[in-house]
Nanobody
Framework: EVQLVESGGGLVQAGGSLRLSCKAS????????IGWFRQAPGKECEGVSV????????YYADSVKGRFTISSDNTKNTVYLQMNNLEPEDTALYFC????????????????WGQGTQVTVSS
């Protein structure tokens, strides 16, 4: 079964840190691009960070540059999103998604999605 499972969300105070994990199964992980997206109530889904597994190329949204770090462990079929210096504006449901080889921040270009993990940052 093709599947992505997110974990690591929670409630944290502003300035704190969380590490999200995205565990993949059912497809050749190393061939895919994995993206982290987030959606806050009343807002559009936003591409936060993306990594292309075969060469490690990455993308970050301007809003998270310098605070978030994406990484991939191909031996564990897992992508991580280390989030530091969190702000209340980072509060959202975070999803990971996969597509074959397009380093894109556009949700419509991803065809495998997880169920999401909630991140809440209090001020």
């Amino acid at each position: 079964e093709v599947q992505l499972v997110e974990s690591g969300g929670g409630l944290v105070q502003a300035g704190g840190s969380l590490r999200l994990s995205c565990k993949a199964s059912g497809f050749t992980f190393a061939d895919y691009v994995i993206g982290w997206f987030r959606q806050a109530p009343g807002k559009e889904c936003e591409g936060v960070s993306v990594i292309r597994n075969f060469d490690g190329d990455t993308y970050y949204a301007d809003s998270v540059k310098g605070r978030f770090t994406i990484s991939s462990d191909n031996t564990k079929n897992t992508v991580y999103l280390q989030m530091n210096n969190l702000e209340p504006e980072d509060t959202a449901l975070y999803f990971c998604a996969a597509n074959l080889m397009t380093l894109s921040r556009t949700p419509g270009q991803y065809d495998i999605w997880g169920q999401g993990t909630q991140v809440t940052v209090s001020s």
